[in-house]
């Protein structure tokens, strides 16, 4: 490791990185720096990059911290070295009219991606958000492989209404062949997965807004799956249209940018289950740490090659 003006270069998986301002700070509330934030995107990498691998990265980053201004990055940043990969994708609803945009993307079971994870991460950004389909290990766009539900809670709802909501997901996607995880968001929601066979465009709204539709008409007056705002307050809403192949979901193990380091954490469908407080299912990034280390990656489940067909409503 070697220091020179502000700077501290160290060696990652045989990359050279010069990492900058290692001191400043970019939690206020807590003090959290960026040293700090390099050092937990490092040690959560193992469980972290497979759920990155192969789907182009959507950046938030805070270059002045939580408390200053944050903005969405999408094409590779400036400055970015030869090694990081990148592709060319087509970018349906940009905010900058660009028919393609450079994204970056991690490769599968390479040293590359834990220096480029690194590197990102220099750049402040904070929070990582991805597709729920991929690109090959050459290019190409594949089907869509990921089924996500966005729980949203409208106030005074709170995540514990999520969780009910969260529970009754994992019963119809049983019923339906389907191996349900959950995570938190990191803020105030959460978000339950299943991993399928790829499949077209759009395919995945439809099921995911059917299922939604579904729990609504079961219980009305606590859950809807109608996106005006105006009819939020006091219910869950289930945000179906997250698996619109133009959006994209924060990662599991993502920090997010709230006052702490939070994580949008996976979890043991008993926590889901049991929670009683919204206290109950926040956790920093020394929390989600530990978790991994204890638990290993209770997302594992979206990672098989064994995945079901997505059933047909």
């Known amino acids: 490791m070697a220091k020179a003006s502000g700077t501290t270069t160290v060696a990652v998986a045989g990359r050279q990185l010069a990492l900058s301002n290692l001191s400043k700070i ?19 990498a193992p469980v972290l990059i497979p759920h990155l691998a192969g789907r182009p990265l959507s950046l938030k980053r805070y270059p002045e911290g939580v408390s200053g201004p944050g903005f969405f990055a999408k094409n590779v940043p400036n400055g970015a ?3 990081v990969r990148t592709e060319r994708l087509p970018a349906p609803g940009s905010t900058k009219n660009r028919d393609e945009i450079d994204y970056v993307v991690l490769p599968e079971d390479d040293g590359d991606a834990l220096a480029t994870l690194v590197w990102l991460a220099n750049l402040a950004s904070l929070e990582l958000h991805v597709p729920q389909w991929q690109v090959g290990p ?24 999520c969780c009910a909501v969260a529970l009754r997901l994992r019963e119809v996607l049983d019923d339906d062949g389907l191996t349900a995880v959950a995570k938190t968001s990191g803020s105030k929601g959460m978000q339950v997965y299943a991993a399928i066979k790829p499949v077209e465009g759009g395919r995945t709204s439809d099921y995911a807004k059917a299922v939604a539709q ?42 997010r940018a709230r006052p702490a380091p939070t994580v949008s954490t996976p979890l043991h469908w ?14 920093t990034f020394d929390a989600a740490l530990a978790r991994a280390a204890g ?19």
């Open 26 to 44: 970019l939690y206020p509330e807590t003090g959290t720096t960026k040293g700090e934030v390099i050092d937990y995107y490092s040690r959560i």
């Open 81 to 83: 070295a030869d090694w």
């Open 138 to 161: 050459r290019g190409g766009v594949r089907g869509t492989d990921l089924l996500v539900f966005d729980l949203d809670p409208g106030a005074p709802a709170t995540v514990v209404e």
């Open 214 to 255: 579904r729990l609504e008409h079961e219980n009305p007056t606590r859950v809807t799956s109608v996106m005006r705002r105006a009819v939020r307050p006091g219910k869950v809403f289930i945000d179906w249209s997250q698996n619109n192949t133009a959006k994209t979901t924060v990662a599991p193990y993502s920090l």
């Open 270 to 283: 008993d926590e889901v289950a049991a929670c009683e407080r919204p206290e109950e299912l926040v956790f």
């Open 295 to 313: 638990d290993g990656d209770l997302f594992l489940d979206l990672l098989t090659r064994e995945r079901p067909a997505l059933p047909r409503r």
